[in-house]
């Protein structure tokens, strides 16, 4: 009776781990293949291997010494990097007003915030085509910086709002009855007690803009004004059906590095900032 | 009398203090808000009016300024035959834009299915108490923070005909008996795009339904244990019922999300008419045709698409975005 109990008991633990190490071999799999072709050069390329065989960098050197690689790398950073800082800019007085004012048309304001951060951005492309016309940015990483507002700030305000609502109103209270603005409240009183949210939010925004293809691929028209998800989407051998494969694959293992390096340091953060503002993928 | 007069002066101007103060955090609120309305009034609402209003002329990429407005023409117009016949012209008669209407469709709703069922699992086990749970906690974030455009290369080598290393896999283990174009067959392309789009997303769903179980109390589970409710209808009675405001809300925010899709196919399946989405075809008339007025008139039409499917959605499932206790 005992032997059989426990051989269930048994099952069930074995069936457990065989299901978690599924997931976790499923999500980690193609970032590990990725990474063992970029260090394959030349015919080795071509022989699939489930381990890694060799470890050129031919691959890498050649990604990073010609074309315009080097150069993505940067609009890419300066890019996502002011994208945030204007969001972030931006965010925090109006998440203030939403998260600790009262006043009417609130909840209209925060479902309209939340509707444009799902907004298909295909709806707009055209406008935002003449407009960035117009102001005589295109293809400069003003476009880019500018249209990504569009969906940094609404994210960011929705989830910095969600993030001020839970603070505690004692802090507050005590700072009103030193007879301190509503300004004064905010750059003395919560800005010292949200730099772990403004990081969390700030970061989640940074791989947003990173990570975004649409505005990039219509807004910059030449090799040294894209983004990296533009440049690894257009990279191409020197005939049509030559795919430079062991290049792509460095190209994708150099900008994904750090964001997954970045991700698993704040995890707990990131996690919570994910529910909190539901953020796309 | 005089302690009535002191409180008197005590209470009354209390509520004026209170109310100026009130008055004063309102005023401030305001201006608060300003900077960040105007800001999205210029990046989203003045382009969408915009583009709805070049889906009724007839610019062209080179001539934006010069459009004439010509009504319902990209939309639906008719030309009456010399043989009597009439012949129906514009979007709504295109086929090629109902084809992408229901690749869109049929991808978002097929992925968010899969995605939700799969997500659902996923939470199951990260909400058990195991060793290594935080091992596996970080390796579903991977697939989350890779880039789509980065996943969408390396699944396309993962998936190519002749060095792919899922045909070899699928060949040695008998699952696959000859080596499948996955991207490039029009059978097997919205597959292809499905399967990198669902191990993409799984985690963000997972994630959220995570964060909709650790909020179920755990006293409910002790007691169905204690009446001996089996675990098999404890999750149909109790966990579902009570995740399903969190799974509701994930479900809008991946579905929203799916029925946009550009990129992962723009990359993974180019030129393939059996994926071709909204987004794809509009961007595809905007800009390499030349057809932005028609272009504008698809993107309208994706517009009120994808808000009609939302209002019946959040309408039929009761959604409820604050969370419910926040």
């Known amino acids: ?281 | 009398m005089a302690t009535e007069t002191m409180v008197t002066a005590g209470v009354r101007p209390a509520p004026k203090i209170k109310s100026e103060l009130t008055q004063q955090r309102v005023r401030a609120a305001r201006w608060f808000l300003l900077p960040m309305l105007i800001a999205l009034a210029i990046v989203a609402g003045w382009p969408l009016l915009r583009s709805i209003y070049f889906s009724f002329t007839d610019a062209s990429l080179s001539n934006l300024e010069g459009a004439q407005f010509i009504g319902f023409g990209n939309y639906l117009r008719w030309q009456v035959l010399d043989s009597g016949a009439v012949r129906w012209r514009g979007l709504l008669a295109d086929p090629a834009w109902w084809n992408a209407v229901w690749n869109t469709v049929r991808f978002a709703f097929t992925s968010v299915a899969f995605e939700a069922v799969l997500g659902m699992i996923v939470a199951l086990v990260l909400n058990a108490e195991f060793r290594g749970r935080g091992l596996v906690r970080a390796a579903i974030l991977i697939p989350w923070a890779i880039p789509t455009i980065v996943s969408a290369r390396m699944w396309s080598w993962m998936l190519n005909d002749q060095f792919g290393i899922l045909n070899d896999l699928g060949m040695r283990l008998g699952l696959l008996s000859q080596k499948v174009a996955w991207t490039a067959t029009s059978e097997t392309a919205m597959t292809a795009v499905l399967i990198v789009d669902i191990w993409k997303t799984t985690p963000f769903m997972a994630l959220l339904t995570l964060a909709g179980l650790q909020m179920i109390p755990k006293d409910i589970y002790e007691a169905a244990e204690i009446d001996g409710v089996h675990p098999i209808k404890q999750f149909f009675k109790i966990t579902l019922p009570l995740v399903r405001p969190a799974l509701m809300v994930a479900i809008i925010f991946r579905l929203l999300d799916a029925l946009r899709i550009f990129d992962l196919i723009y990359v993974l399946t180019p030129n393939s008419a059996a994926t071709k989405t909204m987004s794809v075809l509009a961007r595809e008339n905007l800009f390499d045709f030349d057809k932005f007025a028609y272009g504008s008139a698809m993107s309208t039409l994706l517009f009120l698409i994808i808000a009609f499917l939302t209002i019946i959605y959040i309408w039929l499932g009761q959604v409820r975005f604050d969370g419910g206790d926040r």
């Open chain 1, 1 to 281: 009776m005992t032997a059989t109990f426990d051989l269930w008991k048994f099952t069930k633990w074995a069936l457990f781990y065989l299901l978690v190490t599924f997931i976790v071999v499923v999500s980690v799999f193609p970032f590990y293949y990725a990474i063992i072709t970029s260090f394959k050069s030349g015919t080795a390329l071509f022989q699939i291997d489930y381990w890694p065989t060799s470890f050129s960098l031919d691959n890498y050197t050649a990604v990073l010494s010609t074309g315009s690689f080097p150069r993505n790398l940067l609009n890419s950073i300066f890019i996502s990097a002011m994208t945030v800082l204007l969001a972030l800019f931006l965010a925090v007085t109006a998440s203030f007003a939403l998260s600790r004012v009262r006043f009417r048309g609130r909840g209209l304001l925060l479902l309209t915030i939340l509707a444009v951060s799902m907004f298909p951005q295909m709806a707009v492309l055209a406008g935002l085509f003449e407009l960035i016309r117009f102001m005589g940015i295109y293809n400069t990483p003003w476009a880019l910086i500018f249209s990504y507002t569009i969906f940094t700030l609404p994210f960011t305000v929705w989830v910095l709002t969600t993030f001020m609502r839970d603070l505690p109103v004692e802090i507050e209270e005590a700072a009103i009855v030193d007879g301190a603005t509503p300004w004064v409240i905010i750059t003395r009183v919560f800005l010292p007690l949200m730099w772990p949210a403004l990081v969390t939010t700030g970061l989640l925004a940074f791989i947003g803009a990173w990570n975004e293809f649409l505005f990039a691929l219509t807004f910059t028209a030449n090799n040294d004004t894209r983004t990296v998800p533009v440049a690894i989407a257009l990279l191409s051998g020197s005939t049509q059906y030559e795919i430079p494969w062991g290049r792509i694959m460095a190209a994708s293992v150099i900008v994904t590095v750090p964001l997954v390096v970045l991700v698993l340091i704040f995890q707990r953060k990131i996690v919570s900032g994910l529910t909190a503002g539901g953020v796309k993928g």
